[in-house]
């Protein structure tokens, strides 16, 4: 006999999640893969956890600079170009009661004139930890998205974007871990309650995340036992229904073409030239990607320049070109071809090109105008352009020692220019070992 449904099995209620709300994910990923690409299948989410934070993880005590290093490592971002600010208020007044509604001030970023960015950051949340970490890869988030250029802000579900772009960027781990937050500090005499829940719902959260996890074909990541026990069962729920109805953006074609795109880029930085060449062109035939052709075209040619054929560079350049009339990247490497082939005059409008498309690299543009004076004889132009050069660059840039080297020792300044290719060599960059090589042989 059963009464009032005791023993009864219930079955396990199916994740849900409404027509618009599912379109809304898989139209905001559609968009991020149209702008960085398709995630490949060796990305993964980040945790928490002294892998990918490993100068959080270096002090006992959550320091936030050593947080805003890690941040921007995983997102490529120059960490000098971040500062932040501790601001104080009410909830860091012992002894005061008081209650507010609405949200309250964490991080916010502020832009400033010269294109860095300020952090202002609330002193409460300095002191707990989880909030501080979701606070900063959120902020972060946003920079991120800012130094492309992207417009994301579109108004009410501005703030909701910025979570699957958390997922995107692989963060939606410690952004699943604090959808809410709540707790008390009591000392005996004073205390102190909050409470937060996010606006993004749980249910369009994990439809995000599995979403991701169908887009690199990873069924069962190990990630997820880090989530939320809840979530977790939201997560395998999401998965189980995308696995009934699969999703248009799910392509393994793409998902195919961004692997070997990866590949060519490990081969590249190996110095196998051709190899790398090789899986590029492969993607043509899988992508219908332009602005992923875009790049494959512009990378065939940049590789073409390691391996001294120009005449060829130039031919892949102007593909790019004429995909993405504003890639930057493009017209500075065409330049750079154009130059080492001659023609210096047609080279020199290709830099300029590329710094009205502001999405080049100036270290690059500077080099390569550096070469054209040179080519021309202008020194005192060649020696302020590779100046220029060194003040801009925030990663390596390729040659650019071996090419100031040369400069310098045509100049008979060769303890100093040995120097500087000695730099190059250390990079292991092949141009300037075989370099190196001649000079010790004469």
Known sequence: MK?????????????????????WVEDNFTWLIQVYGYPTRRNEQIIISAKYFPKSFSNKDLIIQNLIEDLCNLLDLDSNKVNFEIHEDLRDVYGIPFASEGKQFEAETEILADNSYKLHIAKSISKRSNRLIFSLIYEFLKIRLTENKLQFDTGDDTSL?????????????????????????DD????????????????????????????????????????????????????????????V????????????????????????????????QKILFLTNDE?????????????????GDYEKSITNFNKALQIDPNYGFAYDNLGYSLIQMGQIEEGKQQ?????????????????????????????????????????????????????????LITQNERKKGIGYLEKAVEKGEPEAIKRMNEIKKN
Do not use: C
């Open 351 to 407: 830099l300029e090109k590329a710094l009205k498309t502001e999405n080049n690299d100036n270290a690059y543009t500077y080099r390569n105008l550096a070469l054209y004076h040179l080519a021309k004889n202008e020194l005192e132009q060649a020696e302020s352009n590779f100046q220029l050069a060194f003040e801009s660059k925030t990663v390596p840039v390729d040659l650019l020692e071996l090419h100031y080297a040369d400069f």
């Open 249 to 280: 953006i799910f392509n393994k074609a793409e998902l195919d073409a961004n692997d070997l795109f990866h590949l060519a880029d490990q081969e590249y930085k190996k110095g196998n030239y051709e190899e790398a060449i090789s899986n590029l």
């Open 161 to 185: 974007f910025i979570f699957i772009a958390g997922i995107y960027f692989g963060f939606g781990v410690p952004v699943s871990q604090n959808l809410t937050d709540s707790g008390r500090i």
């Open 188 to 247: 005996g005499f004073w205390e102190t309650k909050w409470n937060y829940v996010s606006e993004m719902p749980n249910e369009v959260m994990a439809f995000g995340l599995a979403t991701y996890s169908k887009l690199i074909e990873q069924e069962n990541p190990e990630w997820k036992n880090e989530l939320p026990k809840k979530f977790k069962s939201q997560f395998d729920g999401a998965m189980n229904l995308l696995n009934e109805t699969p999703s």
């Open 291 to 307: 602005l992923l052709k875009s790049d494959v075209y512009n990378n065939i040619g940049y590789y073409q320049i390691r391996s």
């Open 3 to 23: 009464l009032f449904g005791f023993n009864k099995k219930t079955k396990e209620l199916k994740f849900r999640i409404s027509e618009p709300d599912r379109n």
